[in-house]
């Protein structure tokens, strides 16, 4: 027992060290009532490297995993998207439930085989499937509820040491790590390490409040700084990837600014804090809610908005199809408005619903594309062509090719300069390449034609 420990115990007044151990109690209950439903996954890519002889390609195996947590009883997990990415066979090892006669040791648990229901890139977040039932499963909390100092859990297997339980605070609420990130992410202590990415962020009452994703480390290990997905986005994602595979994004059709002093002063506004609309979009939802630029929001769904990033973070966990109660300050009126969520129009993954492996995956490109055609043009702004293919999708599959890559949303419209007008003409160019052939894309991406050079 280290020295300074042992001097406050003893110290400590007795009825203050009975506090201690049932603090140490109520941890342990804890742990063992979460861990049953914590899960370490197992995945297994190929890798592509250069064999001794400059023609001679290696396809060899690799091996890595991470953590996840089931969140239903009749097996479906949520974890990163980073944990299954590119796996050619994802394995999830369940944990055997407690017992109490068991040895110290325990067993190993059940492996087995998972289906990836549905990846969302932008959270980082996946939904996972095992064909089981009666499984041990946690509840995700109400993120929003959490404050900074609260005591958190974490759990997962760092570095592949399976059901691992850290503890700590949460250390910020809401934290961006860009400028403008509709994404926010819950800033802990717990330790968080490589192995940990999946696994739950729980709270003192055993709800999942995060999903840990990410670490900020010079070392590669943990430093205190671990950031976990909040459990509200985590349901809008798990929600709508269980019922359909898939994530569609919500917007409401306005630009919302913060309202600084000097904006305030300028434009005469009642108060120099807050968020004021700086555009609403024609016919778009907001305007046919009758919201107007220059509307002061006063709250959104009773919470009171003080900046225009937390209206946009606001807006980014809701469904689409949800609707949204606007309170808002026009003048010196007050008015309630009702909004509906609608699908962002240029988010670069809005086609991947659109798809499935069996008829759209391109393995020699690791993407899903589809026919740019009359119903697809439309959806984008002013494209150069009328002809090509749409990457509607990262697939999760080995990619035989290095460099760059292909992102959803990019329009491919030629290979190595021979014109393409649609997938099948895609798949005839790339079939036609032979072993070391230099493969280069003409693609449009966000207005811009560039080359996209690809090489094995």
Same mark, same amino acid.
């Given at each position: 027992?280290?020295? +300074? ?6 110290? +400590? ?39 001794? *002889? ?46 109490? +006669? ?21 959270? !980082? ?55 403008? !990130? ?25 709800? *999942? ?44 059709? *306005?630009?919302?600014? +913060? ?19 700086? !555009?609403?979009?024609?016919?778009g939802p907001a305007a046919a809610a009758g919201l107007e630029p220059g509307d002061i929001v006063l709250s959104f769904d009773g919470k009171p908005m003080e900046n225009g990033r937390q209206f946009r973070v606001n807006v980014y966990q809701r469904r689409v199809g949800d609707r949204v109660r606007l309170e808002v300050l026009r003048g010196e009126e007050t008015l309630a408005v009702t909004v509906q969520i609608t699908e962002t129009r240029d988010r670069p993954n809005r086609f991947e619903h659109r798809v499935t492996p069996e008829e759209n995956l391109v393995p020699e490109l690791s993407i899903l594309g589809m026919d740019l055609n009359a119903e697809l043009l439309p959806l984008f702004d002013g494209l150069r062509r009328s002809s090509g293919v ?67």
């Open positions: 027992m280290p020295a +300074t420990l042992l001097a406050v115990l003893l110290l +400590t007044p007795a009825p203050q060290l009975d506090r201690l151990g049932d603090i140490s109690d109520s941890l342990e209950a804890l742990a063992r009532r979460v861990n049953p439903a914590v899960v370490q996954i197992l995945t297994t890519r190929v890798s592509v490297g250069q064999g001794l *002889v400059p023609s001679a390609n290696l396809v060899s195996e690799q091996r890595s995993g991470g953590s996840g947590v089931v969140l239903t009883e009749d097996g479906y997990i949520v974890t990163n998207a980073h944990v299954v990415s590119q796996a050619r066979r994802v394995r999830v090892l369940i944990p055997p439930e407690i017992d109490e +006669t068991a040895s110290v040791l325990g067993r190993r648990g059940n492996l087995v085989g998972a289906q990836v229901v549905g990846v969302d890139l932008e959270t !980082d977040l996946a939904v996972l499937k095992v064909q089981r039932s009666g499984l041990s499963h946690l509840s995700l909390g109400d993120s929003d509820n959490l404050q900074a100092g609260e005591l958190v859990l974490a759990f997962g297997s760092p570095l592949g040491l399976g059901n691992s339980v850290t503890m700590g605070v949460v250390s910020a609420v809401a934290r961006q790590l860009t400028p403008e !990130d509709p994404m926010i992410y819950i800033q802990t202590d717990a330790s968080i390490n490589p192995g940990n990415s999946g696994g739950p962020l729980v709270d003192s009452d055993g709800n *999942v409040v995060g999903i840990n994703t990410l670490i900020f480390s010079q070392s590669g290990g943990n430093e205190g700084l671990g950031f976990a997905a909040p459990s509200n986005i985590v349901r809008n994602v798990f929600d709508q990837i269980r019922a359909t595979g898939r994530v569609l994004r919500g917007q409401v059709g *306005v630009a919302a600014q +913060t309202i600084t002093e000097a904006m305030a002063s300028g434009l005469s506004l009642p108060r120099d804090w807050g968020v004021i609309l700086s !555009d609403v979009i024609p016919n749409v990457v509607a999708a990262r697939a999760i599959e080995a990619n035989p090719f290095q460099g760059e890559g292909l992102l959803p949303g990019d329009v491919i419209y030629s290979v190595n300069a021979i014109e393409v007008l649609g997938l099948d003409g895609l798949k005839r160019a790339l079939a036609g390449l032979g072993r070391g052939d230099a493969l280069v894309l003409r693609v449009e991406r966000e207005g811009i034609l560039r080359y996209v050079t690809l090489e094995r």
